[in-house]
T-cell receptor
């Protein structure tokens, strides 16, 4: 199936550092979602974005809906060990509930 | 509040056997989605329902797969007969109008077909 390009694929960071990741598409989307998935669990919804240029925060997480509507960004500030996991973006084209998911960014935090 | 509930959490079966996965959406949610996750293909939408009615089943891989939603609090995904290539993690997700684009996932069922 189709997947969105997500980068980086994986990253090791020190506790306390800020993290940035992004998702890009060749198609325009009307909604972007960001999820975090821990091993053996389902994805947990972190942030939903509905408008181009929208910037939304959820605690230490901030996500943005790209102006071109073809990309989205997630930032995590002051990372902590429990931020470890795989982060997925998901984009929704107009007129459908079928999200296209990103390939995931695996985050590892070094204490 | 209880989230999406799925059962079983793990299923191991032999090729050719029938497999039934179960899902209870979040109470009050009117959309229900079935996904499959594999390393090669990531998360793929199989089918979704709105108010218990199947809306789009274009992601169902073949006739061996079927899904039903007999009422607002229960759905099943059935594979008959199962094949080794069906091995994957199957997720159920639900959402609620008017924020129906925000999908909440269950813990998944890890299916292994030997």
């Amino acid at each position: 199936g189709q997947q969105l390009n997500q980068s980086p694929q994986s990253m090791f960071i020190q506790e306390g550092e800020d993290v940035s990741m992004n998702c890009t598409s060749s198609s325009i989307f009307n909604t972007w979602l960001w999820y975090k998935q821990d091993p053996g669990e389902g994805p947990v919804l972190l942030i939903a974005l509905y408008k181009a240029g929208e910037l939304t925060s959820n605690g230490r997480l901030t996500a943005q809906f790209g102006i071109t509507r073809k990309d989205s960004f997630l930032n995590i500030s002051a990372s902590i060990p429990s931020d470890v996991g795989i982060y997925f973006c998901a984009g929704r084209p107009s007129g459908t509930y079928k999200y296209i998911f990103g390939t995931g960014t695996r985050l590892k935090v070094l204490a | 509040d209880a989230g999406v509930i799925q059962s079983p959490r793990h299923e191991v079966t032999e090729m050719g056997q029938e497999v039934t996965l179960r899902c209870k959406p979040i109470s009050g949610h009117d959309y229900l989605f079935w996904y499959r996750q594999t390393m090669m293909r990531g998360l793929e939408l199989l089918i979704y329902f709105n108010n218990n009615v199947p809306i789009d089943d274009s992601g169902m891989p073949e006739d061996r797969f079927s899904a039903k939603m007999p009422n607002a609090s229960f759905s099943t995904l059935k594979i008959q007969p199962s094949e080794p290539r069906d091995s994957a993690v199957y997720f159920c997700a639900s959402s609620q109008t008017p924020r129906s684009y925000e999908q909440y996932f269950g813990p998944g069922t890890r299916l292994t077909v030997t």
